[in-house]
């Protein structure tokens, strides 16, 4: 239970209860795209923090500090590197940390680039619930039986355990609360695209942070209809997962 709470409330949060509700040109906060130099996550939440300037603009040298004030998921990454006390994002591509295969937005580990965003398959996400203009639970859960279904066609060695599962269901549930609406689960297609193509929070377009807490509690029911749609079956059982020489979650 400690370790769901730990990796599966990704509420980052400034994202979701600090940031801005309007968007001006001298905000300290305001969209920035990415330089060459700098580096992103698997996860679109930590690169929307940083993309505005939560957390270091250059993806670079987070320290303890930053994480506290900034995003819980990132604590837990602090794991994923040697340093103990500071971490760059892309640290965050070690596999089944908090990136994981049938990943909405990245390709599997082994198959490709599981770091960066990849639009082929994020259109198994953004071409979902055709004829309305927006997302909701039971389209999240579909479209993860979907990229599951691609994951062990193409994939001999994913890994689909109830952890990943579990953690897949969460990003579901988050993206849907965090874009829109943390008590119906229905998010504008918009706003969810925008924030997965662009990491970007979709302020200019209308965009509202939560005025309800999200918690792993809050989506639960959400979580639940995700879990009923998905229809899963594991293909492996879980192992522990092994943090360091001496740690085992």
């Keep these: 239970m400690y370790f769901q709470r730990l990796i599966f409330l990704c509420t980052f949060v400034k994202l979701v209860h600090g940031a801005a509700q309007n968007s001006h040109p ?25 993309n505005h300037g939560y957390l270091p603009r250059n993806g670079k040298g987070i320290t303890v500090p930053m994480i506290l004030d900034a995003a819980l998921p990132a604590k837990f990454s602090l794991l994923s590197g040697d340093a103990p006390t500071a971490l760059d994002l892309d640290a965050l591509a070690l596999h089944n940390l908090v990136e994981h295969d049938a990943s909405i937005s990245r390709a599997d580990f082994g198959l490709g680039d599981n770091l960066r965003f990849n639009e082929t398959l994020f259109k198994t996400l953004a071409n979902s619930n055709p004829g309305v203009n927006y997302y909701n639970a039971s389209s999240a859960g579909l479209v993860m039986k979907e990229r599951l279904d691609m994951s062990i066609k193409t994939n001999p060695n994913i890994t689909n355990t109830p952890k990943e599962f579990a953690v897949r269901i969460r990003e579901s549930a988050f993206y849907l609360s965090v874009m829109g609406n943390v008590s119906t689960g229905v998010a504008p297609k918009q706003f969810v695209q925008i924030f997965f193509r662009e990491e970007r929070l979709p302020i200019q377009e209308g965009w509202r942070r939560s005025k309800r807490l999200i918690t792993a509690e809050s989506m639960d029911d959400m979580s639940n209809v995700i879990a009923q749609a998905a229809n899963w079956t594991a293909t492996q059982s879980c192992e522990d997962l092994i943090l360091g020489p001496n740690l085992v979650i």
Excluded: E, Y
């Design 26 to 50: 001298a905000d300290h906060h305001q969209w920035i795209a990415p330089t060459k130099s700098d580096v992103r996550s698997p996860c679109p939440g930590l690169n929307t923090l940083a």
